[in-house]
Nanobody, 126 residues
Framework: QVHLVESGGGSVQAGGSLRLSCAASGFTSSTYCMGWFRQAPGNEREGVASIHSDGSTNYADSMKGRFTISQDNAKTTLYLQMKDLKPEDTAMYYC????????????????????WGQGTQVTVSS
């Protein structure tokens, strides 16, 4: 059984930093795409960043320079390092995975991903 479990969310003041983690288990595919998405109340779920099993990355334009996606050497944990956080970054953040992917498509769109975690809340106060 496959699982994606996010952690690391919380409350932070504007200008602060957070690192989100996503623990992946039960997956057997050697090629994949993993992504971070976020959804604020009343908004659509939007792609934040993605990383392929070969290490290549994509970012939504508004996150470039502030957010960094990475994975550990064992490729079982996905990270999202966020800095210079703004109140508009407040949202539920989700990790997602698409197995057997030859590449991560851009723009980062939710319908490309099959497996999803439950999310972790990030709240940025001004």
């Amino acid at each position: 059984q496959v699982h994606l479990v996010e952690s690391g969310g919380g409350s932070v003041q504007a200008g602060g930093s957070l690192r989100l983690s996503c623990a992946a288990s039960g997956f057997t595919s050697s090629t994949y795409c993993m992504g971070w998405f976020r959804q604020a109340p009343g908004n659509e779920r939007e792609g934040v960043a993605s990383i392929h099993s070969d290490g290549s990355t994509n970012y939504a334009d508004s996150m470039k320079g502030r957010f960094t996606i990475s994975q550990d050497n064992a490729k079982t944990t996905l990270y999202l390092q966020m800095k210079d956080l703004k109140p508009e970054d407040t949202a539920m953040y989700y990790c997602a995975r698409r197995s057997w992917a030859t590449e991560c498509t851009y723009p980062i769109q939710r319908y490309h991903y099959k497996y999803w975690g439950q999310g972790t809340q990030v709240t940025v106060s001004s």
